[in-house]
């Protein structure tokens, strides 16, 4: 079985990643907000039921979450296993899974903090209309032809206050404080991957390591 918990900050590769591990082992990647936006926009019982807090601009709580996740686990295509992406964030929820189902592994994608906010604060998007599924990386790639400049439509670019460094370390700092209690709560099944290689590298670690 490849019950799978997937860790690992913002920038890290975790959604390329996790859709390798789906792909290999035959397991679908189950991002929280993927299932709250399926429940949602089918009107099911749950997603009525999280839109009303949505809507007040409140967070869905604990409880719910914990429903629609066990939901979504109990679906015939995790008879092999899954991947599990945003959750569980707490220890309140991963006690909850633990209710719902056995976890195998926990692959905890490590990137320091630099590399995170070098790869996020070079995004930079354009205004025009129809770019807007274009992201540009003056630190990465894809770099823009002529700096500042959209090689599509010749607008301007601009970084989201998203991108901005002060942003990216709030987020940061969350991101450890949330996740080193359940690394510690999942012990000897985290395994650690340097995912400051590049995409392949890290991905062959990723199945020597499952395999
Ligand atoms: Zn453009």
Redesign the pocket.
Known sequence: MKRIILLGPQGCGKGTQAKFISEKYEIPHISTGDIFRYNIKNKTELGVEALKYINDGNLVPDDLTNRIVEDRLKQEDCVNGFILDGFPRTIPQADALREMTDIDYVVLIEIPDEDVIFRLEGRRM?S?E??KD?IYNINTSPKPQNEGV?D????GLYQRDDDKVEAIRKRLQEYHEKTSPLIDYYGDKVISIDGTKDIEEVTKDIFDKLD
């Open positions: 354009c025009g129809n770019c274009l959209c599509r439509c010749g607008r």
